[in-house]
């Protein structure tokens, strides 16, 4: 039941990331690694795109040059209209600051930061005053509110990454990148983080792109690339479920 | 993103405070030196300025040359003809004669009281004369009559005398006793060590044997009359033979002494200031650069957030600005208390100085804060560019390190670099001949600066094979906790060597003075065993001021002694410089030999009118043969024209080898200097040193307190105390800077501890216990302690070898003793900068530690 083409080119808006022929190569000579061997994608503006693939496939490398955190051996990533691999180092700080939200795996917010202050820290970091009523929306709907003073040592894990999330959000970034934002979570709240993502979709539009190993994604995901060596090999569409993706998890790993 | 940096700083507030600490106690020298010499300045400024209070001019005998190296020429005392032309100046109000010289006080167990090298001041005064008075009597009446002192009232609590009281006075002869007539104080400044002695005019006159003259006249103006305009009347109608001054100007004579000295002492106060703030300036370095790798991550969220390479060069300069700003604020506060401290060190090794106040100048503020906070500055900027360094990219990357800076590779070569031009610039200024004093020890200062940091840029090389030989007996005694801790210490080279670096330059600079001290030792030892040949000799209480020759004579007329020759000291001018002069007595040549280079022996015993023996070193410099004619002006203002006789050369070409440039007879020196006085009278007895002719020297001493009787022996050991005293000093200052360097210890000892959380928490689940643990680290410490003081060692000694090559009369000695002292020390500091970070690590929680990310 692997369906491929299944999602039509969104007529009429730009994509909001387009990357093309992307390979990377880690190391030299004998034992030099080809991560991605040739990814081409478009991201849609206002769509959640998951990214699924076995270990070591190259999800993260994807992920770390699509946001510019890495370059490419070769190929071209644009990010609206800006083609980000040839961006100096100021250049590419801009672009964060403007363009580009990321969520990690191991959260990554300052201990000695309160919530709040992790949160608006992209802003305070740009010279910006945070929009106070987006904040304490924000707050609200990551369920932080009572925990805004709070210091990331006094809050769970699920809180810490949903503290990440509102971070990432904040700037109201073209784009938001999640590199499994679940993998450090137990299954319920990696279920809440999931929906919170999912909800940030649907209430801001924002584009997200989102490493995930979790067959639940299907449901929230707009559209769903499988990787598998270095390369895009399979796709899924909004409508798949969860059987589906595990049946290509499945047929992947087998390979 | 300020707040971002100072939030950090409040999150890490151990590392913040001990980094801190580094420039705090540097700083605290620097304002603890300032707020002592000022306020020293003071006390003698206002000491000089009382002392001319009300006088319009002054007027004394023509002083022939300034002074020169601390050491006063006097000006020789003017008749009383002069002060009745001066009475007779159409506008003088009125005029004070006073008498000024010198002479101990006697305590009540018979003891002159000397305070090292303060002076024991003697003045005659008129007490009715009132306006020119700068003293305020406390209890008692002004002196009046043959038998009456004041005296001062610093002395008079010290020493139990009360108004009535009988005091013995030393002048020029033997004990007399006066009746303490009262007590008077200098308003506002507390004297130092200096005793004061005050008589009438008649009295002051007859005990200096002045009678007839006077040292100085104080003159006031009628009203209305402008100063210069006196000076330049009394200048007409006084003779050439005295000078003439404005108040102002005479202060400045009278201080010029001092102010030279009192710069030199700031200067070398300030020197271990700054030693002090180098050492902290790796301790900065190195805890900064600790902190960084350990927030690699941090800075690399950071950047993928939106921070600019600029934005964390900030935060982390800001972070060490406020500890800078902080740190030396606090220093600046603590520099007024350590102000004290260093009174009180200066005044038990002898150094009592007047003080008025305490003086907070603006300069102390300043420098203090600039000085603190620069430091903090520049020890941030290296670790922070590579801060700027650290890629988006760590961010998430598990155990990302901090990026080797681009240039890493060039260190070791820019090291090597460093210290072989810190090597030359020490050679070219020692050796280069023609180089003006400031210029030298400029480039002495920046060579050496050079030669530290580029070893200790260089020495992370060395760690390895270093940490294997002295971590060995760690290993054998402390088993595995003793082998971790040898590998510990090897793991982080870099680390290991910029903590031992601060260490090192202590140590260095402790190894290179007791090296020369020792050299002077040996060298001034042999010096003088080669030109003594008498069983005793005689000289101040404090070793080195010169004292009245009535003592000498005393001596000669002792029963069993055969000889008694004194060496007259002062100093003379010739060739346009200021030199030693001495003078000699016919019998010298009994208990004194030279190595002769030209002229005979003979020259010594028979030196005629105008013969002069001259060093070896003084001939070369200006070409002066047997024979030749030379000019030497005297402190009376009397230029002789004098004849080689003899040229001598001491033993290793000591420049003081009991004689001066300049040796003359003493007749010749006691008709043309002013107040002539023995450095040392050289006696020799019938029978050799024995109990019984001390015993027969000391009754007659008896009457000169202030005289010392001394063996062969016992004169080198009292002379060379001076080095002992000025070593001990010179280590105590250097302490400050060890302190630094054990905090930098400390501070790499606790960073790394939390750094191996996990480790540690590791090694206690299989069963290190807690006593094994401190163990470790202590171990570990005085591992890193040890580096640090076999390459200071090293270093030290090659210092010292570069500056004995240099000047011919200091031999080479190591004090193997004291080296193996230091060593021990090192041991020590290691144990010491171990006890917090290694209970720290014992008491870490074992199940959190594993979970410590
Ligand atoms: N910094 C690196 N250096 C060398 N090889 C790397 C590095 N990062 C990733 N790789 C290799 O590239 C491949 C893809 O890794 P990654 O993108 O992390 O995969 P994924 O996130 O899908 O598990 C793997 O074979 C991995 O070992
Ligand atoms: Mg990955």
């Known amino acids: 039941m692997v369906e491929t083409e299944q999602v039509q080119p969104v007529t009429g808006a730009e994509p909001a990331v387009r990357a093309r022929d992307v390979t990377r190569r880690y190391g030299e000579g004998e034992t030099a690694v080809d991560a991605l061997r040739g990814v081409s994608l478009d991201v849609q503006s206002g769509k959640l795109t998951a990214v699924m693939g076995p270990s070591g496939s190259g999800k993260s490398t994807l992920m770390h040059i699509l946001a510019g955190l890495d370059k490419p051996t070769a190929g071209s990533v644009e990010i609206g209209d800006t083609e980000i691999t040839t961006l100096g180092d100021n250049e590419l700080t801009k672009l964060r600051r403007e363009h580009i939200g990321f969520v990690f795996q191991f959260f990554n917010l300052l201990p000695m930061l309160t919530a709040e202050e992790n949160i608006v820290l992209p802003l305070t970091i740009a010279g910006e005053k945070p929009d106070n009523a987006f904040l304490s929306e924000l707050l609200a709907r990551t369920g932080l509110t009572d925990r805004r003073t709070h210091r990331p040592a006094e809050l769970s894990g699920g809180q810490q990454q949903r503290v990440a999330i509102a971070r990432a959000l904040v700037s109201r970034p073209t784009i938001v990148f999640a590199d499994e934002p679940t993998g450090n979570l137990d299954s319920k709240t990696s279920g809440e983080i999931l929906d919170l993502m999912r909800n940030s979709v649907d209430t801001y539009g924002q584009t997200t792109v989102m490493v995930t190993h979790e067959a639940r994604a299907a449901a929230i995901a707009d559209r769903i690339l499988f990787l598998a060596d270095g390369l895009i090999v399979r796709e899924l569409g909004a409508n798949a479920e969860a059987g589906d993706v595990l049946a290509v998890m499945n047929e992947l790993g087998a390979n | 993103m300020l707040a971002v940096a100072l939030k950090g700083l409040a999150g890490r507030k151990l590392r913040s405070v001990l980094t801190a600490f580094a420039i705090v106690l540097g700083v605290a020298m620097v304002s603890g030196t300032f707020v002592l010499t000022d306020t020293i300045q003071r006390g003698f400024d206002t000491i000089f300025t009382q002392s001319l209070k009300n006088a319009d001019a002054v007027v004394t005998g023509h002083q ?68 020119f008075n700068p003293l305020t009597l406390v209890a008692g009446h002004w002196p009046h009559g043959a038998d009456e002192v004041v005296i001062d009232t610093g002395t008079a609590r010290k020493h139990h005398f009360q108004v009535g009281d009988t005091i013995g006075v030393a ?106 703030l180098f050492v902290g300036s790796f301790v900065i370095a190195n805890t900064l650069s600790i902190t960084i790798a350990q927030r690699t991550r941090e800075f690399a969220t950071l950047r993928t957030i939106g921070a600019s390479r600029r934005q964390v060069l900030g935060a982390v300069i800001v972070e060490a600005l406020v500890v800078g700003t902080l740190a030396s604020l606090i220093g600046l506060f603590a520099g007024f208390g350590l102000a004290r401290l260093l009174d009180s060190l200066l005044v038990s090794f002898g150094i009592d100085l007047p003080k008025a106040g305490l003086v907070y100048a603006t300069r102390t503020f300043v420098v203090a804060l600039v000085v603190g906070i620069g430091v903090a500055l520049l020890a941030s900027l290296r670790p922070a560019f590579r801060a700027t360094r650290v890629p988006p990219i760590a961010a998430v990357r598990e155990g990302a390190e901090l990026p080797p800076g681009r240039f890493a590779w060039l260190k070791p070569y820019l090291s090597l670099a460093a210290a072989a031009l810190g090597i030359a610039l020490l050679a070219f200024a020692l050796f280069k001949s023609g180089l003006g004093t400031a210029r030298v020890l400029t480039l002495l200062g920046v060579g050496v600066l050079l030669l530290f940091a580029g070893v200790a840029g260089f020495s992370s090389r060395l760690v390895r094979p270093l940490a294997r030989v002295l971590g060995w007996p760690a290993e054998r005694l402390g088993g595995a906790p003793g082998r971790l801790a040898r590998s510990n210490a090897e793991r982080n080279p870099v680390r290991t060597a910029s903590t031992a670096a601060a260490l090192m330059i202590g140590v260095a600079l402790v190894v290179f003075l007791a090296v020369l001290a020792a050299g002077m030792r040996t060298t001034f030892r042999s010096a003088v065993n080669d030109v003594f040949h008498a069983d005793y000799a005689i000289t101040a209480q404090n070793n080195f001021s010169p004292i009245y020759p009535s003592v000498g004579r005393a001596a000669t007329h002792v029963p069993g002694v055969t000889v008694a020759s004194s060496i007259r000291g002062d100093l003379g001018r010739a060739f346009g410089s200021t030199l030693q002069v001495s003078a000699v007595e016919p019998n010298v040549g009994r208990v004194m030999t030279q190595r002769w280079e030209a002229g005979s022996p003979a020259a010594l015993s028979h030196l005629d009118g105008n013969g002069a023996i001259v060093s070896h070193s003084f001939a070369d410099k200006h070409h002066l043969k047997l024979g030749s004619h030379f000019k030497l002006l ?51 007895t019938r029978g050799g040193a024995s109990d019984a002719n001390a015993r027969r020297l000391e009754q007659v001493l008896k009457a000169f307190p202030n005289a010392k009787l001394q063996t062969k022996k016992q004169f080198v050991d009292n002379q060379l105390s001076g080095i002992n005293t000025l070593l001990g000093l010179l280590l105590v200052l250097l302490a400050l800077s060890i302190v630094v360097s054990i905090v930098g210890i400390v501070n790499t000892l606790v960073l790394t501890v939390y750094e191996r959380t996990r480790e540690l928490g590791m090694l206690r689940a299989v069963g290190m216990t807690r006593r094994q643990v401190r163990r470790m680290i202590r171990y570990e410490s005085v591992v890193t302690a040890l580096i640090g003081a076999t390459l200071g060692i090293v270093l030290g000694l090659g210092l010292a070898a570069l500056v004995t090559s240099r000047i011919s009369f200091l031999t080479y000695a190591v004090p193997t003793a004291q080296i193996v002292g230091f060593v021990v020390a090192a041991i020590l500091v290691g144990i010491l900068a171990a006890i917090l970070p290694a209970r720290r690590a014992s008491r870490l929680n074992v199940l959190e530690a594993l979970q410590y990310e």
């Open chain 2, 64 to 131: 022939a040359f300034g002074s020169s190296g601390g050491q006063p020429v006097l000006s020789p005392s003017v008749p009383a003809s002069v002060l009745a032309k001066v009475r007779a100046a159409p506008d003088v109000e009125q005029a004070a004669p006073s008498i000024s010289d010198e002479a101990q006080l006697i305590d009540h167990d018979g003891k002159a009281i000397v305070n090292g090298g303060a002076p024991n001041i003697a003045t005659g005064i008129d007490p009715s004369l009132t306006r």
């Open chain 2, 171 to 276: 002048a020029r002869g033997p004990i007399q006793k006066f009746r303490v007539a009262g007590l008077a104080k200098f308003s506002g400044v507390s004297f130092g060590g200096a005793t004061l002695a005050i008589f009438d005019i008649p009295t002051a006159q007859k005990l200096f044997h002045k009678e007839g003259r006077y040292d100085r006249i104080d003159v006031a103006a009628k009203p209305l009359t402008p100063a210069d305009k006196l000076v330049r009347e009394l200048r007409s109608v006084l003779p050439p033979t005295v000078d003439v001054r404005t108040t102002s100007e005479q202060v400045k004579v009278d201080s010029s002494d001092t102010n030279t000295f009192l710069n030199i002492f700031r200067y070398i106060l300030l020197v271990f200031g700054g030693v002090a």
């Open chain 2, 634 to 684: 005297t402190t009376s203002g009397r230029e002789l024209d004098l004849v080689v006789r003899a040229i001598f050369r001491p033993l290793h070409d000591t420049p003081a080898t009991l004689l001066g440039s300049v040796t003359i007879s003493t007749s010749t020196f006691d008709r043309t200097f002013v107040q002539p006085k023995n450095l040392y009278t050289l006696v020799d």
